[in-house]
């Protein structure tokens, strides 16, 4: 089957070139926050459209089935309108201080809604719940999570973890899982 590259952005033509799939219906974990799985190009003027104001990738460029590089994701997005940021992370390095910082820091920054996303939405979730147990209990956080069908509960000892003597006025509107008081 022939293919190009302005058909469908397949990064080796001699590979079995299907058509790609669209996003994954976002899923929301606050008013202010969702994850998706990869993204492809048409995909930023739909996250647009839908309302979200930022992109977080979570993708390292190279990963494997990766079809965008995080330059080609910029370009998408300041092209839909969007704010756009990337923070890498693997699975080596997914609860690391340093990408949960990143992480935190982008969602105190960026104009909401923001949709973050990796391959499945998992990684992007993961982060979240890393970044809002900061500041909250992480049972509360997973909780919210579990609201949202994402059941990320083998991660709590690690989650819970992140806690640091936070102010809660100082949890960003996109990390407040709704635990007031705890």
């Known amino acids: 089957m022939l293919c190009t590259m302005l058909a469908h952005p397949c990064r080796d033509l001699a590979a079995s070139c299907n058509p790609p799939k669209p ?46 590089t995080a330059q080609d994701e910029a370009m998408l997005a300041a092209g839909a309108g969007l704010a756009f940021r990337h923070i890498p992370a693997t699975k080596h390095d997914l609860l690391s201080d340093r990408v949960t910082a990143a992480f935190a820091r982008a969602l105190r920054e960026l104009p909401r809604p ?60 996109a990390l407040d899982a709704g635990c007031a008081g705890l």
């Open 23 to 68: 996003m994954i219906e976002p899923v929301r974990i606050t008013p202010n926050f969702a994850v998706t799985g990869a993204m492809l190009p048409a995909d930023f003027a739909r996250a647009a459209a839908l309302g979200f104001r930022s992109i977080v990738s979570n993708r390292p460029d190279g990963e494997a089935g990766a079809l965008l």
């Open 114 to 173: 923001v949709l973050a996303h990796c391959a499945s939405g998992l990684r992007s979730a993961a982060l979240w719940a890393a970044a809002a147990a900061l500041s909250q209990p992480a049972d509360c956080v997973l909780e919210r999570l579990a609201q949202a069908g994402l059941d990320l509960a083998s991660l709590r000892e690690e989650i819970a973890g992140q806690r640091r003597p936070l102010p809660r006025h100082e949890t960003p509107p």
